[in-house]
Each structure stands twice: as structure tokens, then as C-alpha cells.
């Protein structure tokens, strides 16, 4: 069972810059998507940013031209950079990698904590 590790949440001002990691445990096939997720306190969890198996990108619009999603398929790792940081963008990060191999395999990391103080 490939398993997701996400790091690089924390506590940071309002401004600031956290870079978030995501790593598989072993190297997934035929991936269609990763994400990154979010959760704020009694809120859903909301898309972020997808980047698809040919490199397009997707983004909340509260994360445009602030959040960069980026892969590394030789390390098994997806990136979240995240600048400007606001205190809405509190919450629980999730990475998610969604491939297809004769059936649909959907795998969830544990979740990142992201606080942004005022």
C-alpha cells in the first residue's frame, strides 16, 4: 500500500512563505493527477492545486499567482510553494494522487498543519 508523507507545515506571519512536501513511498503508475487540499476549521476540504500527469496546473482562485504546485517524479514528490500567506489560508493541507490502473486508485496523505497568524 503506497503510502503519502506530507512536511513543511507550520506556524507562520501573515506574509511569509512555507513550502509544503509530499512524498510517496513508493513510485505510483499511470497518475492522472496531485493535489493539495484544504481544511479549515468546520469548513470542507477544497481543492487548492492539481497539476495533471502533463503538467497543467489548476488553482483555487484564492491561491492564484500566490501558491506554486510542482512535481519531481524522479523523488515521488509534489510540492506546494506558498507565498504571501494570509490568515485564511489556515488549515490542514492534504496531498492527494488520484491514477488509473485497472481500476481507480485515490491515496490521501495525513495532512500538514498551516496556521497563519495575523
Known amino acids: 500500500q503506497v503510502q503519502l508523507v506530507e512536511s513543511g507545515g507550520g506556524l507562520v506571519q501573515a506574509g511569509g512563505s512555507l513550502r509544503l512536501s509530499c512524498a510517496a513511498s513508493a513510485t505510483i503508475a499511470n497518475i492522472n493527477t496531485l493535489g493539495w487540499y484544504r481544511q479549515a476549521p468546520g469548513k470542507q476540504r477544497e481543492l487548492v492545486a492539481l497539476i495533471f500527469s502533463g503538467g497543467t496546473t489548476n488553482y483555487a482562485d484564492s491561491a492564484k499567482g500566490r501558491f506554486t504546485i510542482s512535481r519531481d517524479s524522479a523523488k515521488n514528490t509534489v510540492y506546494l510553494q506558498m507565498n504571501s500567506l494570509k490568515p485564511e489560508d489556515t488549515g490542514v493541507y492534504y496531498c492527494?494522487?488520484?491514477?488509473?490502473?485497472?481500476?481507480?486508485?485515490?491515496?490521501w496523505g495525513q495532512g500538514t498543519q498551516v496556521t497563519v497568524s495575523s
Open positions: 492527494n494522487i488520484k491514477a488509473f490502473i485497472w481500476r481507480a486508485y485515490d491515496y
